[in-house]
């Protein structure tokens, strides 16, 4: 079969690969969309816990064997640990990761434990169903917002209602954020980003937008860049006792005002991949979403499209393959 491989750093290559065997416990998927990750980008260039050979792909859904359309929820875990056993299977330390870890989506077929797989709402279009994953990160940031805010209990499962928000950077996770939020009861969501293209998609969404930069206090600032000046503004930005959620990973510097944070009791929450609930609400969210940002190309496509975005050339804001 034909699969997107990562073959070193910087390279990936359209390759004919051994068609892949379900392991006791594991089923066959045929892969129908996979959305290329930011993260895969940055992995490909600097090789951390993805290592060459791999196929890359978290974000994908499919056919089973028995016919079934299902999406991928690409956390694996211990299911033993304290953090397992409370619910929080997204932060064990065992964690790993179908597409990061072992091989994920960017192929004809894949397989993946027969526990990974959940099922798709009749009549989603497969680009929307390849979104699930980065919207269910959104869903987690939101509840981690409402959980800073006083809502929803120790697991934060109400987001921040009525709300002003802020989102730093409109990028596929950015936009999701944006309206993750909306249909969480948000007051009003303001967005940040250089590219009119981003934030011509995120009014479409019904995001009001504040340009380059943010001006102002929010409750709540999302930052889905994840730079040094993302994470200063989204402290400058915030109100006294507000919260700020970061969910971008460009660089590891943070280089705040760790006094301006003392003084007026501002918050920082880190917010990664999500809960098995929040991947469910997640499926259920994105069937009302304007999702036309999101473009198909076909998997012959695939090692042109990847490396034009990863070396910023090329600018569709979400590529999705379609095997
Ligand atoms: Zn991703
Ligand atoms: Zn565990």
């Excluded at 359309?69 to 211990?78: D, E, G, T």
Aim: net charge negative; hydrophobic share 45%; proline share 6%.
């Amino acid at each position: 079969m034909k699969a997107l491989v990562f073959t070193a750093p910087g390279t990936v290559e359209l390759l004919d690969v051994p068609e892949p065997e379900a392991a006791p416990g594991e089923v066959l998927v045929e892969v129908r969309a996979a959305g290329i990750c930011g993260s895969e980008l940055h992995g490909a260039r600097r090789p951390g816990f993805r290592k060459p050979p791999l196929i890359m792909g978290h974000e994908f859904a499919g056919t089973s064997a028995g016919g079934e359309a299902v999406v991928i929820n690409p956390i694996l875990s211990c299911g033993r640990c304290a953090e397992c056993r409370r619910g929080l299977r997204h932060v064990c330390r065992e964690r790993q990761i179908i597409g990061v870890h072992r091989a994920g989506g960017f192929a004809e077929r894949v397989a993946v434990p027969a526990s990974a797989l959940r099922p798709l709402p009749p009549g989603l279009p497969w680009e929307a169903a390849a979104l699930i994953e980065p919207a269910a990160n959104a869903v987690h940031a939101w509840h981690q917002a409402g959980r800073a805010l006083g809502a929803g209990g120790a697991h934060g499962t109400d987001g921040a209602q009525g709300a002003r928000v802020a989102v730093t950077g409109c990028g596929a996770i950015g936009l999701l954020c944006a309206a993750t939020a909306l249909s969480g009861g948000a007051a009003r969501v303001e967005v940040t980003d250089l590219s009119p293209a981003r934030l011509a998609a995120a009014q479409r969404l019904g995001a009001q937008v504040a340009g380059a930069g943010l001006s102002g206090e929010y409750d709540v600032v999302m930052d889905a860049v994840g730079s040094a000046a993302t994470r200063a503004a989204s402290i400058a930005h915030q109100r006294p006792g507000g919260v700020a959620v970061w969910l971008g990973l460009a660089e590891e510097e943070a280089g705040f005002d760790a006094n301006a944070l003392i003084r007026s009791e501002k918050r920082v929450l880190g917010s990664f991949a999500y809960r098995d609930e929040e991947f469910a609400h997640a499926t259920a969210l994105i069937q009302d979403w304007d999702l036309t940002w999101a473009e198909g190309y076909p998997l012959a496509a695939a090692a042109e499209i990847f490396t034009g975005l990863m070396n910023g050339g090329l600018q569709p804001l979400k590529a999705v393959l379609r095997p």
